[in-house]
């Protein structure tokens, strides 16, 4: 019987297969931004970044002195996966304290960072075909998991005249019988919008009559509150073996580098992120865990004095964009960013351009006001932008200043 050979050419070119999920997945529209934003500062450019949702603030010092000592006393290897005992016990204190949350040790987990406990909690609660609401404008990462996860994604649309909150007879209509998860956050990114506890006890109610349905509560923001006690639906003591609470340390401690996020929930969710994440990451750093005993523990002044600076700063772009003329802008109550309705710019012209959409108007402030912002499409809401003020006065004057010019040079 002859031999069979296979002629292989060296030189031909295959291209990698990559998993039809990828197909879901995109580049987020703040990461882009954030890097057409540094290639035109390597060219020399004087760009001002309002894309990117990260703190100006340094780690307070306290924070980074127990980094430095864990450093220091040999905390070096390899940590549990959920996290270390005193992590997890000072978590449940903050809980208690903060929010008058009772979740024990072993009914928290934390991760390199919230985005990743995200992702663990939709990954382990949507199966493929599962509806997930989602509320818009809402956190990019929210949709693309979800899809990750095979859910199918409905979107409830909350606008600037509601003060872009969902009202309880949307989400009646929304929920059905393959609803399986709600994500949402309060405060919120993009919009800085905040949930009161009659607006949550009105969608606790909706929530009563489908106990089907997950909740997760994205809460990263809840220190950047200018409107008074943060609300955490998870108070509902009827809803709380079904709400994931999410948040970490990256902006309430300008932490965002170390990278760390914990979530609170039902036991056997906690059991099975915990399954999933000792398959990805495994526990997160031993030396930023140590830092958050100290951050969740420790004097909260430098948090508040952060807060203070930033309502300083939503009170003037605030108030710089309002005075823009054919710009609508809500006063948002938490986070640090500003969320202004700019679709009636749409169909005006600078030259041969036309503005035809958010992401058209967020490229023309780029080249012609040189700041950085985010196209609102990217949230789910395309009439709007995103600007963060997570940076100094003097850059938010100038950017204001820049793009009321730029828009001043647009013709209908």
């Known amino acids: 019987m002859p031999h069979l050979y296979i002629c292989c050419d060296p030189t ?8 039809q999920r990828l197909n879901s997945v ?18 020399g450019v004087n760009i001002i970044d309002l ?16 980094g430095i000592n864990a450093i220091n006393n040999g905390f070096t290897k390899y940590p549990p996966v959920a996290g270390f005992a005193d992590l ?30 995200l992702y663990n909690a939709v990954m382990s609660i949507v199966d493929p075909g599962d509806e997930v609401i989602i509320p818009t404008p809402f956190w990019v990462t929210y949709a693309t998991q979800a899809q990750m996860a095979g859910g199918v994604v409905k979107y409830i649309q909350c606008g600037i005249e509601n003060d872009f909150k969902l009202k309880p007879e949307q989400l009646e209509a929304a929920i059905s019988s393959k609803t399986k998860l709600f994500m949402y956050s309060s405060p919120c990114n993009p919009t800085g919008s905040v949930y009161t506890y009659e607006e949550l006890a009105g969608l606790a109610e909706v929530f009563k009559r489908h106990p089907q349905v997950a909740i997760i509560s994205d809460e990263i923001y809840e220190y ?7 609300v955490s639906i998870a108070q509902f003591t009827e809803l709380r073996d079904r709400v994931v609470v999410i948040n970490g340390m990256s902006k309430a401690f300008a932490m965002t580098g170390w990278r760390l996020g914990y979530m609170a929930g039902p036991r056997e969710l906690v059991q099975a992120c915990e399954k999933l994440q000792a398959q990805s990451t495994s526990g997160a750093s031993s030396i930023t865990q140590k830092a958050s005993v100290a951050a969740l523990l420790g004097d909260l002044g430098p948090t508040y004095k952060m ?39 749409y169909g005006a012209k600078f030259g041969d351009t036309v503005i035809s959409n958010a992401e058209e108007l967020s490229m023309y402030l780029l080249n012609e006001a040189h700041v950085a912002t985010v196209c609102g499409s990217a949230f789910g809401d395309g009439n709007c932008i995103r600007l963060s003020f997570a940076t100094s006065m003097t850059n938010l004057m100038d950017a204001t ?12």
């Not at 995109?26 to 060219?43: D, F």
């Not at 894309?51 to 127990?66: K, V, Y």
């Not at 997890?88 to 919230?114: F, Q």
């Not at 939503?314 to 969320?339: D, E, H, S, T, W």
Request: contains cysteine.
């Open 12 to 19: 031909e070119e295959r291209a990698m297969q990559l998993a």
């Open 26 to 43: 995109t580049e987020p529209q703040t990461i882009k931004m954030a890097k057409l934003s540094r290639e035109l500062k390597a060219k």
């Open 51 to 66: 894309s990117l949702g990260e703190p100006d603030f340094r780690t307070p010092e306290f924070i980074c002195e127990a």
């Open 88 to 117: 997890l016990e000072a978590i449940s204190l903050k809980l208690k304290r903060d929010n008058n949350l009772d979740y024990a040790a072993n009914e928290i987990i934390v991760s390199t960072g919230a985005k990743q406990s």
């Open 224 to 230: 950047i509150n200018y409107s008074g006690h943060h």
């Open 307 to 345: 807060v203070e600076a930033f309502k300083e700063r939503r009170n003037y772009i605030v108030g710089a964009l309002q005075k823009i003329p054919g710009m609508k802008c809500n006063n948002p109550q938490g986070a640090f960013y500003a969320f202004p309705d700019i679709s009636s710019f």
């Open 401 to 412: 200043e820049r793009i009321a010019s730029a828009l001043g040079r647009l013709s209908h």
